[in-house]
């Protein structure tokens, strides 16, 4: 098999594969014990180039086998310490694999040509086929593996993660990443790999808020506009875990995938296991570079729909639980004066739900609230020109419910054990058949019988007490993942039935944020703290690996409720316009002034949407450490852009940087929306702008487009 295509590439006579995108090569070979080892990645290369470095490396008897630190899918077995991409365990005992190449082919998977390399243990019935799939226009690659079973007896598999990303030779390695707290997601941190392994991971049933599965690493120099970084994300909604991992040989290797923590998976005889997809990439633009190429492929090849998101308002912080139709029927009047396409409905609508202590499982409509059916509500909204949304949370369920009490053992529970509650809730066992079919039957009978538009997904409870009534026990451990297949399944089949309806993920804030549930979902709730401030951080660390238009982001009240911090209307919308456009304050105690002035400012972002939403993303990151936060979003010709600029205070005497933009046309002539004269692209991304911000909390909004 010689140069099956302009991405694929495999050499004979070196036995060394070549993966190939727009601006950068992927390269492994088979050495001569017929383990794949990586050779390089980063800038276009050749083959001949990398046929040097297949080669063994020893170091001693204690380091035998040095060159199995760049294994490119690593087997726990023989002489391997490292962090292992697969660990099994035999019909008989035996825990030791020892895979080698047999074949590869080139094959149709889920409409996308995938190159294959089987690799099959040499004495079990074990193989392993590694997948890669090419996005060269956005030089990165998918990575995936299916764990196969070709005998007759049952194997147990113990770790099975997507793919290992062997890094070059750097002289220092520095890991990007985000830690976050409900309130407080998406913070960046930034640290230098030492000798070890610094695992981010999950074990609490969903992505987390704690950590998302996503990485970066450059050599400690690289900015937001310049630098090599190599970046990887996970599309796994579930426990996940990824390992750097530096050795005193100065190699680091990234593996990443299922949390293997309290984690198996019987293998049956003639089955098949899929981990998830890992893509991962390279860039010599620095982190901004890293960013578009991730955002531009999720706009191509993740999201469910091409759709622009609407602008939305979400009645939660208005009424809480005291939900009822004359109310909400109020609120849309008053949001539909604004310019809102979406009124959305939170909790509270449904069964005895009064508080958060009862009634979540019970998914009829509360008369009380709503005499005349949700019918009533859904036709006012509708004759007032927007649509239809709803907030359901179909996988927890309050001990105080018909559903509990008619089910008990729906729940995942251990029977010695207590039930812990979580915000009055339990857990639901989704992979039970019984408990799928009633999610589905449920929302099947609400989306058929309302005109809705939107589903907010909601989910509130991380796992506790993993048992699974009814599963065989030397099963039990199974359920991290099967939690998380019947998810997918159950909005895959819900997107099938229903192809008009868009979908929110939300997980108490931003829990369950990955490219595995957007792979279903439309947009994501970034967190609930909806502080204009505090989000530009949360929102900043959002766009290193998550394009704009997968963020929800609110206006709500002035002070606060997180923190009692007061900023004008003008910031809160400046804020909330990078993302999604949502409104979340209580409109029935606005003033025909604010609802005014809001509506002027929702007109402002419909018409720069196109640019937030489908634009390249630059961060003007530069400008942080004088207190300034700036963002700007361009079309692809480089001819119209949105710029918001933020300032948090200012110090007497200290001037503020002058703002320079990014991704225009060098030569064009551009006119800046009320400001007099024009300037050149070369001017305003080199020399750049004043900026007239003053006091606290001040911002702007410029819209900068060409002009002949």
Same mark, same amino acid.
């Given at each position: 098999?010689?140069? !099956?295509?302009?991405?694929?590439?495999?050499?004979?006579?070196?036995?060394?594969?070549?993966?190939?995108?727009?601006?950068?090569? $992927?390269?492994?070979?088979?050495?001569?014990?017929?383990?794949?080892?990586?050779?390089?990645?980063?800038?276009?290369?050749?083959?001949?180039?990398?046929?040097?470095?297949?080669?063994?490396?020893?170091?001693?008897?204690?380091?035998?086998?040095?060159?199995?630190?760049?294994?490119?899918?690593?087997?726990?077995?023989? !002489?391997?310490?490292?962090?292992?991409?697969?660990?099994?365990?035999?019909?008989?005992?035996?825990?030791?694999?020892?895979?080698?190449?047999?074949?590869? +082919?080139?094959?149709?998977?889920?409409?996308?040509?995938?190159?294959?390399?089987?690799?099959?243990?040499?004495?079990?019935?074990?193989?392993?086929?590694?997948?890669?799939?090419?996005?060269? =226009?956005?030089?990165?690659?998918?990575?995936?593996?299916?764990?196969?079973?070709?005998?007759?007896?049952?194997?147990?598999?113990?770790?099975?993660?997507?793919?290992?990303?062997?890094?070059?030779?750097?002289?220092?390695?520095?890991?990007?990443?985000?830690?976050?707290?409900?309130?407080?997601?998406?913070?960046?941190?930034?640290?230098?790999?030492?000798?070890?392994?610094?695992?981010?991971?999950?074990?609490?049933?969903?992505?987390?808020?704690?950590?998302?599965?996503?990485?970066?690493?450059?050599?400690?120099?690289?900015?937001?506009?310049?630098?090599?970084?190599?970046?990887?994300?996970?599309?796994?909604?579930?426990?996940?875990?990824?390992?750097?991992?530096?050795? %005193?040989?100065?190699?680091? #290797?990234?593996?990443?995938?299922?949390?293997?923590?309290?984690? =198996?998976?019987?293998?049956?005889?003639?089955?098949?296991?899929?981990?998830?997809?890992?893509?991962?990439?390279?860039?010599?633009?620095?982190?901004?570079?890293?960013? #578009?190429?991730?955002?531009?492929?999720?706009?191509? $090849?993740?999201?469910?729909?091409? =759709?622009?998101?609407? %602008?939305?308002?979400?009645?939660?912080?208005?009424?809480?639980?005291?939900?009822?139709?004359?109310?909400?029927m109020a609120l849309a009047e008053r949001a539909a004066r604004m310019g809102v396409e979406l009124f959305v409905v939170d909790?509270?609508?449904?069964?005895?739900?009064?508080?958060?202590?009862?009634?979540?499982?019970?998914?009829?409509?509360?008369?009380?609230?709503?005499?005349?059916?949700?019918?009533?509500?859904?036709?006012? %909204?509708?004759?007032?020109?927007?649509?239809?949304?709803?907030?359901?949370?179909?996988?927890? %369920?309050?001990?105080?419910?018909?559903?509990?009490?008619?089910?008990?053992?729906?729940?995942?529970?251990?029977?010695?054990?207590?039930?812990?509650?979580?915000?009055?809730?339990?857990?639901?066992?989704?992979?039970?058949?019984?408990?799928?079919?009633?999610?589905?039957?449920?929302?099947?009978?609400?989306?058929?019988?309302?005109?809705?538009?939107?589903?907010?997904?909601?989910?509130?409870?991380? !796992?506790?007490?993993?048992?699974?009534?009814?599963?065989?026990?030397?099963?039990?451990?199974?359920?991290?993942?099967?939690?998380? #297949?019947?998810? $997918?399944?159950?909005?895959?089949?819900?997107?099938?039935?229903?192809?008009?309806?868009?979908?929110?993920?939300?997980?108490?804030?931003?829990?369950?944020?990955?490219?595995?549930?957007?792979?279903?979902?439309?947009?994501?709730?970034?967190?609930?703290?909806?502080?204009?401030?505090?989000?530009?951080?949360?929102?900043?660390?959002?766009?290193?690996?998550?394009?704009?238009?997968?963020?929800?982001?609110?206006?709500?009240?002035?002070?606060?409720?997180?923190?009692?911090?007061?900023?004008?209307?003008?910031?809160?919308?400046?804020?909330?316009?990078?993302?999604?456009?949502?409104?979340?304050?209580?409109?029935?105690?606005?003033?025909?002034?604010?609802?005014?002035?809001?509506?002027?400012?929702?007109?402002? $972002?419909?018409?720069?949407?196109?640019?937030?939403?489908?634009? #390249?993303?630059?961060?003007?990151?530069?400008?942080?450490?004088?207190?300034?936060?700036?963002?700007q979003y361009v079309d692809e010709a480089g001819t119209d852009s949105a710029v918001f600029a933020f300032l948090h205070s200012?110090?007497?005497?200290?001037?503020?940087?002058?703002?320079?933009?990014?991704?225009?046309?060098?030569?064009?002539?551009?006119?800046?929306?009320?400001?007099?004269?024009?300037?050149?692209?070369?001017?305003?991304?080199?020399?750049?702008?004043?900026?007239?911000?003053?006091?606290?909390?001040?911002?702007?909004?410029?819209?900068?487009?060409?002009? +002949?």
């Amino acid at each position: 098999m010689g140069n !099956v295509d302009m991405q694929f590439e495999f050499e004979e006579k070196s036995r060394i594969f070549a993966i190939h995108t727009q601006r950068s090569s $992927y390269v492994f070979g088979i050495n001569e014990r017929d383990r794949l080892q990586h050779l390089y990645w980063g800038e276009p290369v050749t083959i001949d180039d990398c046929a040097p470095l297949l080669r063994g490396r020893s170091h001693s008897s204690f380091d035998a086998e040095v060159d199995m630190e760049a294994e490119e899918y690593s087997f726990w077995g023989g !002489v391997n310490y490292d962090e292992p991409s697969l660990k099994v365990r035999m019909p008989d005992g035996v825990r030791d694999l020892l895979a080698g190449y047999v074949r590869h +082919e080139i094959r149709e998977e889920d409409g996308r040509q995938t190159l294959v390399i089987v690799l099959k243990d040499r004495v079990y019935p074990l193989e392993a086929h590694l997948l890669y799939r090419v996005i060269p =226009e956005y030089d990165l690659i998918e990575r995936s593996a299916r764990i196969v079973n070709t005998g007759g007896d049952d194997i147990v598999l113990e770790s099975v993660q997507s793919a290992a990303w062997s890094l070059p030779d750097l002289r220092d390695y520095r890991l990007t990443h985000v830690t976050g707290k409900w309130s407080g997601e998406f913070q960046l941190r930034r640290n230098v790999l030492s000798e070890g392994k610094k695992v981010l991971e999950s074990r609490r049933g969903f992505t987390d808020s704690h950590a998302n599965p996503w990485f970066a690493v450059d050599e400690g120099q690289a900015t937001e506009t310049d630098g090599r970084v190599w970046f990887g994300a996970l599309a796994w909604s579930g426990n996940w875990k990824i390992t750097a991992e530096k050795t %005193v040989f100065n190699h680091v #290797r990234v593996t990443g995938g299922i949390n293997d923590f309290d984690s =198996e998976w019987v293998l049956g005889a003639g089955e098949s296991f899929d981990a998830p997809w890992f893509v991962g990439g390279y860039t010599a633009g620095g982190f901004g570079g890293m960013s #578009r190429n991730l955002h531009q492929y999720q706009h191509a $090849y993740v999201l469910p729909s091409s =759709e622009p998101r609407k %602008v939305l308002y979400n009645s939660w912080e208005a009424t809480y639980f005291n939900v009822n139709a004359a109310d909400q029927m109020a609120l849309a009047e008053r949001a539909a004066r604004m310019g809102v396409e979406l009124f959305v409905v939170d909790d509270g609508w449904f069964g005895q739900r009064n508080n958060d202590r009862a009634g979540l499982g019970d998914w009829y409509v509360n008369k009380e609230k709503f005499p005349n059916g949700l019918g009533e509500l859904i036709g006012k %909204v509708h004759k007032l020109g927007m649509e239809f949304g709803i907030w359901v949370e179909p996988e927890a %369920v309050n001990p105080d419910s018909d559903l509990y009490r008619a089910h008990p053992d729906w729940v995942y529970h251990f029977e010695t054990r207590p039930r812990t509650e979580l915000r009055n809730q339990l857990l639901l066992n989704i992979s039970k058949p019984e408990v799928k079919a009633y999610i589905l039957q449920f929302m099947t009978e609400l989306l058929q019988n309302h005109r809705i538009k939107f589903i907010k997904w909601d989910m509130n409870r991380t !796992v506790t007490e993993p048992g699974m009534k009814d599963h065989p026990l030397h099963r039990q451990k199974e359920l991290w993942i099967r939690h998380v #297949r019947s998810l $997918y399944e159950i909005w895959a089949e819900l997107r099938r039935r229903f192809p008009h309806v868009e979908f929110e993920t939300c997980a108490g804030g931003g829990a369950r944020i990955d490219l595995g549930i957007f792979r279903y979902a439309d947009q994501s709730w970034p967190s609930d703290n909806t502080d204009a401030f505090d989000r530009l951080s949360i929102q900043e660390g959002f766009s290193y690996t998550y394009a704009p238009r997968m963020m929800t982001c609110w206006v709500t009240e002035s002070p606060t409720g997180m923190n009692k911090r007061n900023v004008s209307l003008k910031y809160r919308f400046h804020s909330a316009m990078m993302g999604t456009l949502g409104i979340g304050s209580n409109l029935n105690e606005w003033s025909d002034e604010l609802i005014e002035q809001s509506g002027e400012f929702i007109r402002q $972002y419909k018409a720069i949407r196109p640019l937030v939403q489908f634009g #390249r993303q630059y961060r003007l990151a530069d400008l942080q450490h004088k207190g300034v936060t700036a963002v700007q979003y361009v079309d692809e010709a480089g001819t119209d852009s949105a710029v918001f600029a933020f300032l948090h205070s200012q110090r007497l005497g200290e001037p503020l940087p002058r703002l320079r933009l990014q991704g225009l046309q060098a030569d064009r002539a551009y006119a800046i929306e009320g400001l007099p004269g024009s300037w050149s692209g070369r001017a305003l991304m080199n020399i750049g702008i004043e900026l007239p911000l003053r006091g606290d909390f001040d911002s702007l909004l410029y819209r900068v487009t060409a002009v +002949e």
